[in-house]
């Protein structure tokens, strides 16, 4: 019953912004940890941002840091992703995914992900 839907996804050329989200439903989301992946063709997974709600931290792929934002609001059960800045290299399908809540722990590796959206694709020119 779970479902996360990412939305916001499109071409942008290199230096430009975008803001993805993910919007939550069949649950709340208030003790959970929220993460965003990418996945680039023929690559793996990997992670760029989570934020835990109930702990208030959140944690950056150090190839993001200092261009991309991860927030969260409660109340709509929804997690954004702002983008700055974008590069070539950004090019990928992003998808958030739910962490169980283990107190203010937030996973930053795939495994540790129970649900996912389906993906939404950027793509940034040079």
């Known amino acids: 019953q779970v479902q996360l839907v990412e939305s916001g996804g499109r071409l942008v050329q290199a230096g430009g912004s975008l803001r993805l989200s993910c919007a939550a439903s069949g649950r709340t989301f208030s003790r959970d940890a929220m993460g965003w992946f990418r996945q680039a063709p023929g690559k793996e997974r990997k992670f760029v941002a989570a934020?835990?709600?109930?702990?208030?931290?959140?944690y950056y792929a150090e190839s993001v840091k200092g261009r991309f934002t991860i927030s969260g609001d409660n109340a709509k059960n929804t997690v954004y992703l702002q983008m700055n800045s974008l590069k070539p290299e950004d090019t990928a399908v992003y998808y958030c995914a739910r962490g169980p809540p283990y107190g203010n722990y937030v996973g930053l590796t795939v495994p540790y992900y129970d649900y996912w959206g389906q993906g939404t694709q950027v793509t940034v020119s040079s």
């Open positions: 934020i835990s709600w109930s702990g208030g931290g959140t």
